[in-house]
C-alpha cells in the first residue's frame, strides 16, 4: 500500500535555530515528491523534486531527495515566527494530483 | 485571478441533512479534487476528475457524490450527513501533468451535529 510518512509530528524552535523536516515514502512508481506549507487556510506549494531535480532551494528553504533511501528532507535555516506553520509532504498515486499527504510536521518558531 | 474559489466558508449542519460544497477554478486546469483534512489523519482524497465528464474515487469516497459538468466547476455533495463528516474539505486543482503542483482553495469548514 503507498503510504507517505512525515516525522517528527510536530517540533517546536526558537527563532534563528535551523530545523529538519523528514518524509519518507513507498509509492508505486515514484515519479515525485511535493513540500507545501499550510498557515491557516489553504496548503502553498513549495517544492518539487523529481529524479531529475534532487535540490531545491528558495531562500532561508531547502529541500533534498534522495531516491536510495526513499526519503526526503526540508530544511530551514535561521528560522522566524512567521515560518511556524504544518508542512505536509505528499507524492502523486495512480496519475497527477492524485496525491497521497503525509500527515504533516507542525513547527512552532517562538520568538 | 481568483484561483480556486470554495464557498461556504463554513456550514453546520444537523444529522441526515445534506448539502453541496461548491467548488470553481479559473485557471483551466483539467485537473480538480477534494480531500478532507481531520486533526492527526492529514489531507485525504475523496473524489477526482481528470476532466470534464470524468470522476473517479479516492481514499474515503463513502457518503460523497461529486460530478463535472464543465472544466471549470467540481461540487461535492454530502448526501446525509453524519457527525463522522465533521472536517475541513479542500478543493484543489493543477493542469494534468506530472510537472504541476495543486492549487488549493481555502477550504470549507463543516460541522455535523
Known amino acids: 500500500e503507498d503510504k507517505v510518512v512525515q516525522s517528527p509530528l510536530s517540533l517546536v524552535v526558537h527563532e534563528g535555530d535551523t530545523v529538519t523536516l523528514n518524509c519518507s515514502y513507498e509509492?508505486?512508481?515514484?515519479?515525485?515528491l511535493l513540500w507545501y506549507k499550510q498557515e491557516k487556510k489553504a496548503p502553498t506549494f513549495l517544492f518539487m523534486l523529481?529524479?531529475?531535480?534532487i535540490e531545491k532551494k528558495s531562500g532561508r528553504l531547502s529541500s533534498i531527495l534522495d531516491k536510495k533511501e526513499l526519503s526526503s528532507i526540508l530544511n530551514i535555516t535561521a528560522t522566524q515566527t512567521g515560518d511556524s506553520a504544518i508542512y505536509l509532504c505528499a507524492a502523486p498515486r495512480k496519475g497527477q494530483g492524485n496525491l497521497i499527504f503525509g500527515k504533516g510536521t507542525k513547527l512552532s518558531v517562538k520568538p | 485571478n481568483a484561483g480556486v474559489t470554495q464557498t461556504p466558508k463554513f456550514q453546520v449542519l444537523k444529522t441526515g441533512q445534506s448539502m453541496t460544497l461548491q467548488c470553481a477554478q479559473d485557471?483551466?486546469?483539467?485537473?480538480m479534487s477534494w480531500y478532507r483534512q481531520d486533526p492527526g489523519m492529514g489531507l485525504r482524497l475523496i473524489h477526482y476528475?481528470?476532466?470534464?465528464?470524468?470522476?473517479d474515487q479516492g481514499e474515503v469516497p463513502n457518503g460523497y457524490n461529486v460530478s463535472r459538468s464543465t472544466t471549470e466547476d467540481f461540487p461535492l455533495r454530502l448526501l446525509s450527513a453524519a457527525p463522522s463528516q465533521t472536517s475541513v474539505y479542500f478543493c484543489?486543482?493543477?493542469?494534468?501533468?506530472?510537472?504541476?503542483?495543486?492549487?488549493f482553495g481555502n477550504g470549507t469548514r463543516l460541522t455535523v451535529t
Open positions: 485557471m483551466n486546469h483539467e485537473y
Open positions: 476528475s481528470v476532466g470534464a465528464g470524468i470522476t
Open positions: 484543489a486543482s493543477s493542469y494534468l501533468d506530472f510537472n504541476s503542483p495543486l492549487h
Open positions: 523529481t529524479s531529475s531535480g
Open positions: 509509492v508505486t512508481n515514484f515519479r515525485s
